[in-house]
């Protein structure tokens, strides 16, 4: 579904964030993406739908270069749904508008049809309670399921997760994970940069692991967690559990 080769992504000359990174996600799978803070996992995940313009190297989609010469980013953007730090939805619309906006500005379908369809995304995040709530009106944690669910209205072959929970306290955490939990293994792709460890553990069917810029391992969660190959994965996994 997703190739990517050699990668690289440098701000400057002595800012170099992501260094020779090749990877292949499959279709379906779920992976967490791992790490210190400063070893590129946003900016990873930000470059596979060209939030972040790599320097180098090749992302590929369903075949084709998304990175290289004369693209259709929203065509792409279709098919991958994108889940932020901070929610990222419109103060001035309510929880349902601000899923069915993308449905009627890119989809093109009637005002009818996309709020019915929102409300049901609502629904499944368990918000059917709050579809006329503005965010204003919202927690952090229903903040981030109307997030979800405007992703998800896109009906996206991919979702990516850039620390969906970080802005959250425990209890909204919770809320969210338990959602993206649900998700997992429905024949989504889902990609999730996290610091939730046992998320990660429980939920992913692949730990990525990166380290000042590189996928230092990728391997299961039972084989990471219990058998990290490297000195640093070992140090980060006893830090974090």
Known sequence: MIKVEHLYKDYSESIKVLKDVSFT?????????????????????????????????????????INQGKVNLSKVREKMGMVFQNFNLFDHMDAKKNVAYALMKVKKMSEKE?????????????????????????????????????????????????????????????????????????????IVVTHEMNFAKEVADYILYM???EIAECSTPEEFFSHAKTERARQFVANML
Do not use: W
């Open 25 to 65: 996600f499959e279709d379906g799978k779920t992976y967490a993406i791992i790490g210190s803070s400063g070893g590129g996992k946003s900016t990873f995940i930000r470059c596979l739908n060209m939030l972040e313009v790599p320097t180098g190297g090749v992302i590929e989609v369903d075949g084709e270069i």
């Open 114 to 190: 996309a709020y019915e369809k929102a409300i049901r995304g609502l629904e499944n995040v368990g918000l059917g309670h709050r579809v006329d709530s503005y965010p204003h009106q919202l927690s952090g944690g229903e903040k981030q399921r109307v997030a979800i669910a405007r992703a998800l209205a896109m009906e996206p072959e991919v979702l990516l997760c850039d620390e969906p929970t970080s802005a959250l306290d425990p209890e909204m955490t919770t809320e969210v994970l338990k959602v993206l939990k649900n998700l997992s293994h429905t024949g989504l792709t889902m």
């Open 211 to 213: 380290d000042k810029g």
